[in-house]
């Protein structure tokens, strides 16, 4: 048995990337458009979701070495608790009187999709070239 690279790593890496990449800005934006505690909300909503997408791809990984049922059980079971965690963020941090809670919402939810509509277009989709796809049109990558 041959061992696979590990695609869920690098895709979490990318995406991590992807993220503090664009966090300057959607922080200034939220800081220009709701204050300090815009610019709070939105670091915070960041920083869990790039922890979030992080502990997916690490639980994930870990179940993939083991068999295809551990892993849809991973899958499923992991949604939930990585909800849950953000559930709970959200209730720990509804009244804090340093963080504008509209904008951490609106972070969560945005840069969530945002990031992994981003990274679906870098992901190869063929077994010759698992997780990121090559860069450039020798490897039928995009221009």
Request: charged share 10%; aromatic share 6%.
């Amino acid at each position: 048995m041959g061992t696979n690279p590990p695609v869920e790593k690098e895709i979490a890496r990318d995406l991590a990337r992807r993220g503090l990449l664009v966090a300057p800005i959607i922080v200034l934006v939220a800081a220009v458009v709701r204050g300090f505690g815009g610019a709070t909300g939105a670091a915070v909503g960041i920083a869990i979701v790039i922890a979030n997408l992080a502990f997916a791809a690490a639980a994930q990984g870990w179940a993939a070495r083991r068999s295809t049922a551990v892993l849809g059980g991973v899958v499923l079971g992991g949604y939930v608790m990585r909800l849950a965690v953000v559930t709970v963020a959200l209730l720990l941090l509804r009244h804090a009187t340093w963080l504008d809670f509209p904008a951490f919402g609106v972070t969560l939810a945005v840069t969530h999709l945002g990031l992994l509509v981003w990274e679906a277009h870098s992901v190869s989709m063929t077994l010759a070239y698992p997780g990121l796809a090559p860069a450039g049109p020798a490897h039928g990558g995009k221009d």
